[in-house]
């Protein structure tokens, strides 16, 4: 995992606009995608918790010089029962704010889990690029997250997809008690 590097305000309200200005770059060229072919998988953590994906979204870009996942997680403080099913279609609003950002290249959108706990399982061209929209983020779930609920953590070196395969081999099919199990996939 990457250092933290908390990142002001202000330079996270610029990353995001700067983002949005991105996003409608890439909208405007057809380089933003959300393909189905995840949709409706089941991915289990090692913390015994589980999600299904509802949504993937995907840059077109060369590929990557140096991937690396990123999964993030928080949990809504006034989203409960059937306001998930609205905050999932509502949440669509939200690619501006990430798909704009430099070094991004896919997204998986993840179902509350059992503990009504979001995550989204992110590949990114750099860590550290993916670190700085991590911190960014923050900010932005500050505003509708449970205070302490955010937490992120960053892959160095694997693809999404190298992340999920390698997860299975690194992670014992029983539950972690380790604080860190949230992110591990099993």
């Not at 913390?47 to 949990?75: H, K, M, W």
């Not at 997204?107 to 993916?130: C, F, H, M, P, S």
């Amino acid at each position: 995992m990457v250092a933290s590097r908390r990142v002001s305000f202000t330079r996270a309200l610029l990353a995001i606009g700067g983002s949005v200005l991105r996003f409608w770059m890439l909208l405007v060229t057809r380089r933003l995608h959300q393909p189905r072919r995840h949709v409706g998988g089941r991915i289990r953590f090692a913390n015994g918790s589980s999600a299904v994906v509802f949504r993937e979204t995907v840059a077109d870009q060369p590929r990557s010089i140096a991937p690396a996942s990123l999964v993030v997680e928080f949990r809504l403080w006034a989203v409960h029962g059937w306001a998930h099913r609205l905050f999932q279609r509502e949440s669509a609003l939200n690619t501006p704010l990430f798909a704009g950002f430099p070094g991004f290249v896919s997204k998986l959108w993840l179902t509350q889990d059992e503990n009504e706990v979001y995550r989204g399982i992110y590949e990114w061209d750099g860590a550290a690029r993916a670190e700085s929209y991590a911190e960014a983020l923050r900010w932005i779930l500050a505003l509708v997250a449970v205070p302490g609920s955010i937490a992120y953590h960053v892959v160095p070196g694997e693809t999404r997809s190298e992340f999920l395969a390698e997860s299975e081999g690194l992670v014992s099919a029983e539950v972690s008690t380790h604080s860190d199990a949230w992110w591990r996939v099993s």
